[in-house]
């Protein structure tokens, strides 16, 4: 069964810093992107970055550049968000999710799973 498991949201102050995880199962992580979004209460769903895991490819989102890292390990099919600076419009639940193929056609066609999401707070 393909699971999406995301952990690591938590509650931080204006500035502070926090690291999403997502651990995928169930499928080769190496064919596919790994991206994460974001939904907070009463805004769209929002895609934030997006990682290529055949050849390491990095996408971001323009309020986010400069301050988050997406990143993944495939030996352990696991992929990262790095988030720096973070700031209260950033307060979301962000999921994890993955598409097979390259990030044009995931894109397009897309994400094929996707996790349940992890609570980011941001707040003094």
């Known amino acids: 069964e393909v699971q999406l498991v995301e952990s690591g949201g938590g509650l931080v102050q204006p500035g502070g810093s926090l690291r999403l995880s997502c651990a995928a199962s169930?499928?080769?992580?190496?064919?596919?992107?790994l991206g994460w979004f974001r939904q907070a209460p009463g805004k769209e769903r929002e895609g934030v970055s997006y990682?290529?895991?055949?050849?390491?490819?990095?996408y971001y989102e323009k309020s986010v550049k400069g301050r988050f890292t997406i990143s993944n390990d495939n030996e352990r099919n696991t992929v990262y968000l790095q988030m720096n600076s973070l700031k209260p419009e950033d307060a979301a639940i962000y999921y994890c999710?993955?598409?097979?193929?390259?990030?044009?056609?995931?894109?397009?066609?897309?994400?094929?799973?996707w996790g349940q999401g992890t609570q980011v707070t941001v707040s003094s």
């Open positions: 990682i290529n895991n055949s050849d390491g490819a990095t």
């Open positions: 169930g499928f080769i992580f190496g064919d596919y992107v």
């Open positions: 999710a993955a598409g097979e193929g390259e990030l044009h056609s995931v894109l397009a066609m897309g994400f094929d799973y």
